[in-house]
């Protein structure tokens, strides 16, 4: 994996981040309608989204693009890993076969055939 997959990777890490702060912000209840949108936790993930996709219109120069949507599919790893430790959601049976699912296709797809 060269350094730009790399960068693709903790672009995926930090998106994942980035929705389970914007999921917080969708629990809590506000005084004023407009402190939905306007509130810290919205305003950093919208950042860090904004700063992902800079990152990956970089990145996506030096890597081929098959590469990238495979790297891309960690998201959801990510968001159920870091929703178990932050959120305190529990695996389920679905969650769990559905992200051996998705690693499934990352290691057929990656094979060199």
């Known amino acids: 994996m060269n350094n730009y997959m790399w960068l ?21 209840t506000y005084k004023n309608p407009i402190f939905e949108y306007l509130n810290w936790r919205v305003i950093l993930s919208y950042g860090i989204f904004a700063a992902v996709l800079f990152l ?13 949507a495979v790297i891309d599919t960690f998201t959801y790893v990510f968001v159920m890993v870091l929703s178990y430790f932050i959120l305190k959601e529990k695996f389920t049976k679905e969650k769990l076969i559905g992200n051996l699912i998705i690693m499934s296709g990352v290691f057929i797809y990656t094979l060199p055939f």
Not at 9 to 27: D, M, P, V, W
Not at 56 to 68: E, F, H, I, P, R
């Open 8 to 28: 693709l990777f903790i672009g995926t890490f930090f998106s994942a981040f980035s929705q389970l702060l914007l999921k917080q912000s969708a629990n809590k």
């Open 56 to 68: 990956n219109t970089y990145a996506y120069t030096k890597v081929d693009m098959k590469y990238g």
